[in-house]
């Protein structure tokens, strides 16, 4: 993973997370695995239906948009302590 920060208003900054395909995959897994947990898929209890099956379920958009809240939810707190930032709020809070 690599990140960016760049300050985009007086006491703003944006942060950018990029992902390498392995860290991609890693947070895919996650993610699916999320969803599968949040949603019914006939004949499996929650959680327990085929990655396939959750995969098919759901937009590629909704899945980028869970691999990105996942990548948010581990990083940003070890780039907010390593980076000594101070926050009013977290990212994820308005958007999940």
Known sequence: MERAIKEIDSGKLHIEFILSPADKDRFEARALKHLAVETNVPGFRPGKAPVDLVRAKFSDETIANEIMKA??????????????????????TKNG
């Open 71 to 92: 990548a948010v939810r581990e990083y940003y707190p070890n780039t907010v302590k390593e980076e000594k930032l101070e926050t009013i709020e977290s990212p994820l």
